[in-house]
């Protein structure tokens, strides 16, 4: 008895490090698979949620609300997203459900929608632990006796990797708790193969396993492996007597997998009832085939090949690359359990094996562990794909097979508290991360106060405050390279759509450089019709200056009526080493408001495109207070245009702002301007005050670099609150990001691009106009260089950023690592620590970082020019060499900044 009290407080102990932290976030959802499992959940069952394909096809069907209807049920993930959904449907269909509950119970839709859904889901991951842990705790006492299925519990709830997947709405542990039952099930088989209960509750479990996770489907082999265990084992009497039930309790359990799994995961299968996974009867073996859904086994299929086979065109196959198979995966357990259950579940497994290879039989005792170790890993840990989660159906294994090993030593005593006390000392060093405030948020909080925004306002204590900028329209920045240096286009078209009687006027292109020389703008518009798009105006003009204004009403009016238009601009300029800047905008008469309008002209541009705010007339732009303020100067980042005293309303009363102070900032973006108000400026929270100037003024933001594509962005959307992490309501949540606000612009680098000489021009016109360069995790400078085929050039380059020759100052690193008071224990080797790169072999790998604890870094631009980048020609024989490269394996994916 004393063992079900000792399992209890294994249990309390377990689901503590499991709870610690639960809204660890703040419901900031940086998960990329729990946001995408997130809105699933919210959005299925829900008919208005099904995409405008599956209306127009379902629209007749007699059966398109039948639950099994694969091509036209709401509760079909695959109806309701577009994206590849190659998830169990079991998990989400028990949080959905259990969402419902909650929400009608606390009388809060809340639990139901994407805010708190995925609450939900952690804590059905807790349930699931804790299950799991006294189905752990029953394999080892049925194996080896009582104190060692409360070893193995104890260890189990330790293991950090499963503390770790219980804090993400994620299908793995439900799908995990499905396996360990399974386990549980075998090894009653494994032991008395002639009843019948322990095959029943093999059948189900299976059959949820597969439904929730459908590699587990493998884990059918324990049941057949179970039996050869028990009649290997027993008396030789009788046992032929008992082969045929046995194989006819096999085939029962088959069916009962089955038909769990047509119920838990109906949309493998067409439909459109019950009876609709059974396809075309015909008389040759197997006579009946299987009705399965295409669209789910394709879904199945591409993951597998990304899992399978490396995929250097896919980004997140780059931290893989190079990474020799089994050895890594194998070395990573060490992070997902901690030294000392690695070393004796290592030592376990491996005397298990040898053990029975000796003896020529598999042991009653841990041959069904053993067996399942080397057959699971010897499948998982061939793949590509080596992210830790996938080996969480060994971990049991391990505590069992460590226990095992444990007890079989002389010095049984000290090993156990070994053991143990070491397990349990690293899942307190890795549950302070869920103790302490997330580092996007610190980083987020300190880029507010550290790092100026677009406009701040000085208060009487002296100190600047951000505001927020809100404009009517914005105009886009563009660069331009000369078509003889760039081949590429430079400006693109995009659909216009116009839904009143304009007049069009000019079309005014403003550029930052002196040295163009003379510069020419073809300006065309085009109207689209069904048949095609046609020319609609054509206007030619050249100025020497840094203006040029068309007239595109100079021989007839120009009425645009209504309906959908396309703008080109081809600019041409004389000295073509010049790369140019430009700020394409177009003004016209509106005739139903009777006002004048000047917008940006819809176009979109290869390399990227920094918006601004215009404060000339006709356009103003909005300053929005968060708190009450009293304002008595105001500060703009980066201004472009003459330098003039501006004029601010607020509630139609007229304030001054007078200009006091020019500082040059060293950028293409602009210069920061000072102004002093008269009168002091009083706002309240949510106040508007209207700025505007008296010729061509031209505000932005400050600009970040970031990574790009397939990372997150810093500083991210957070709760802003004063409350402890996790310890806010979600309708108090105040979520923003300084992007949100326009207190910066992002520009990324797209890193994910693949080496090129358009790539370096791009990352060179970027890294000049950015004020600062954040990177949120290391999914690029850790992964990128990994592969020299795609990216010869990604290493010298953070090599570069990090040792401070690219004239990008680091100013501050947040990092989070597992500790133990005053002892730090890293799981990341940081660029800025000055480890040989061969450390990078031993830290663990990306996912079991960048989601909960990763490291931020913000660089400030010094004196960054193109020169101080490493040269790219070097690392290349001829421009051609990457080109071809690229086009023997991977398809570039360079898009259009939009």
Known sequence: MKHYHALAVVLVLAVAWRVVGINWDNYGFYHPDERFLRDVTEAIGDTGQLLPVVYERCANDPERFNFFNARCSALNPNNIQEARFAYGTLPVFIVKGAASLVAEVQDDELWRSDLKVQLVGRGINVVAEALAIVFLYLIGYRLMGSQHGLLAAMLYAGAVLPIQQAHFWTVDTIAHLFFIMTLYFAVVISQNARVWWPYIGFGLAIGCAAASRANLVVAVVLAPIAVAIEFGNGSP?????????????????????????????????????????????????????????PEWREDLSSIANYASQQNDSWPPSQQWMGRPAYLYPWFNFLWGMGATLFVMGTLGVVTAIIRQLHQHQLSPEVGLL??????????????????????????????LLA???????????????????GTFLWAMAFTAIYRTTPTRVEAAVWMRDHIPAAVEGQTPDGDWVPLQVQ???????????ASHIDPRPQLHPIAWKVDRTLLLNHVQIHWLEDDAGQVQAVVRIYTILPEGRRLLHETVGTSTGRDLAIDMAAEQALWLRGGTYEWEVDLLWANPEVVLHVLPMVDYYEVSSGAYQQVALPLMSAYNRVPYSPLGVPNTTVLIAEQPITLLELNFIHQLGPAVDLSLW?????????????????????????????????LAKGDRA????????????????????????APERICWTDKPIGYVAAKDCPFYSGYDYHWYVELPLDMVEPDSPQKMRYLQDVLQKADYYTIATNRMYDALPRNARLYPYMGFFYDALFNGDLGYQQLARFATFPRLGPLVLPDQVLPDMGLPRWFNELEAEEAFTVYDHPTIYIFQRTDFIPEKMPSFASLMESNDQLDSSIKDGATPFYEVVQ
């Open 471 to 481: 404009d009517s329209d914005s105009v886009f920045l563009y660069t331009l390279y």
């Open 403 to 421: 226990v095992w090993w444990v007890e079989q030593i002389r010095w049984r005593k000290p090993l156990r508290i070994m053991l143990v006390g």
């Open 237 to 293: 009497d009788g046992q032929r007597h008992y082969l045929g039930r046995v194989m006819v309790r096999l085939g029962v359990a088959g069916v009962l997998a089955f038909l769990i799994f047509r119920l838990a995961q109906p949309y493998a299968f067409v439909g459109p009832d019950f009876l609709g996974f059974i396809g075309p009867i015909n008389t040759e073996f197997p006579f009946v085939h299987l009705n399965w859904n």
């Open 370 to 399: 053993s067996l399942w170790f080397l057959l699971y890993f010897g499948w998982q840990g061939q793949l590509h794909y080596m992210t830790l989660r996938y080996y969480l159906p060994l971990y049991s294994v391990f505590c």
């Open 690 to 713: 209207v700025v505007s100037a008296s010729d061509a003024v031209f505000i932005t933001s400050t600009a970040i670099a970031t990574d790009g594509r397939w990372d997150t962005s």
């Open 650 to 682: 607020l509630r139609n009363d007229p304030y001054n702002a007078h200009l006091v102070d020019v500082v040059p900032m060293d950028s293409l973006l602009g210069e920061s301007r000072r102004y002093r108000l008269d009168p002091p400026l009083s």
